[in-house]
């Protein structure tokens, strides 16, 4: 009964959360106008817009192998599907629902540990994803982009997203599995959980390899630049469908705004932060209203119809299920199915091998 209590408190939360989000949509963003602007659009450029926005993704999932360091030999194919799957999650449930997705199905497909994907998906790639930003900040000041009223806060965030990359690093590099269970009243851990909980973390920090390793590091962040500056493009292109009279830097922006507005999970697919935000930011930046709210409203419709059909699509091509990524535990052995010849790595598991795990 408290369960029951509970989740329906959560749902009405939710509910009452969204509804406040919608009313502000409607309140600050007049849709009527927005959507006569589309009759106006050229919407010739939406493919291309599109096709870029996917080839983003396709090098964020590059990134995301080099994340994989001791599981290279992973098929990019079959991440990117992963990958794709779980952009969909995130665009139609809450609380980064899709994070979980990837590393269950990756986890579940490839063998390879949870702990160590955990690491990559809400760490390694959260941290890159920062410095990144930090970089395009720049280059977006250098191209003089960045309205004066504005500067503080996107500086800020910079600084911010520096220092959440120095701390990850410097954690990557020196904590040991050891000295955190020791933090831990021994009277807690019996001796074969305090053994489970190193494997655990050993695994975390193996996830966290591109953070102390250079050769790793390099080309990670040239790929997270590149990958993002490519999803700008593909916001330049749907600025111009629009007709909007902006420079480059003025996308960076824009696309910056976006993804940090939807990456708090507050309604499903950020509908109303992302169109308020957007819209807001573009009106700062010199356009009229009613075009800002027609492009705000236009590129979020067609990223989420995108969005979704790329990954029912991917679904279909990898013969995936929702029982396949919506699921909780491991399957048996005997009814788990063998993943892909072309993608074999050790078993998934959180325990290290028998070498490092006790002495004999």
């Not at 990019?76 to 992963?82: D, M």
């Not at 410095?131 to 720049?138: D, N, P, Q, T, W």
């Not at 911010?160 to 000295?179: D, K, M």
Request: hydrophobic residues 55%.
């Amino acid at each position: 009964m408290t369960g029951n209590r509970l989740r329906t408190a959560r749902i009405g939360f939710q509910i009452l959360l969204t509804a406040g989000f919608l009313g502000l949509l409607a309140w600050r963003v007049d849709i009527g106008e927005a959507f006569s602007t589309f009759s106006d659009a050229q919407w010739a450029w939406l493919p291309a817009g599109l096709i870029i926005f996917t080839l983003s993704k396709a090098l964020h999932t590059a990134r995301w192998r080099i994340f994989l360091g001791s599981h290279r030999s992973l098929p990019l194919s079959g991440l990117f599907g992963i990958f794709l799957i779980h952009n969909m999650v995130n665009a139609v449930l809450l609380l980064r629902a899709g994070d979980v997705v990837r590393i269950q199905t990756t986890a579940q497909r490839y063998k390879i540990a949870r702990s160590e994907l955990t690491a990559t998906v809400v760490v390694v790639e959260s941290v890159l994803d920062g410095l990144s930003f930090a970089l395009l900040v720049a280059v977006a000041f250098a191209l003089g982009s960045i309205p004066g009223s504005l500067q503080a806060a996107f500086w800020t965030l910079a600084g911010l997203a520096l220092l959440g990359f120095a701390l990850s690093t410097i954690a990557a590099r020196w904590i040991r599995p050891e000295g955190l269970v020791a933090l831990v009243p021994q009277r807690w851990l019996s001796e074969e959980r305090r053994r489970g909980v190193v494997a655990s973390l050993d695994r975390f920090l193996d996830g966290m390899r591109s953070l102390r390793e250079w050769r790793l590091a390099a080309p990670a962040i040239v790929l997270s630049v590149t990958g993002w500056l490519m999803e700008a493009w593909a916001y330049w292109c749907f600025g111009q469908a629009f007709g909007l009279d902006l420079g480059f830097g003025g996308y960076l922006l824009i696309m910056m705004t976006a993804n940090f507005v939807v990456s708090i999970p507050i309604t499903p697919s950020g509908i109303g932060p992302f169109e308020v935000a957007t819209q807001e930011l573009i009106v700062l930046l010199g356009e009229e209203r009613a075009l800002a709210a027609g492009f705000a409203i236009g590129i979020h419709l067609s990223f989420i119809i995108w969005i979704t059909l790329t990954g029912l699509a991917a679904m279909w091509l990898m013969r995936l299920r929702p029982s396949d990524i919506f699921y909780l535990s491991q399957p048996p052995a005997a009814e788990a199915r063998p993943p892909p010849a072309e993608a074999e790595s050790p078993p998934a598991t959180d325990v290290v091998p028998p070498s490092r795990e006790a002495p004999p």
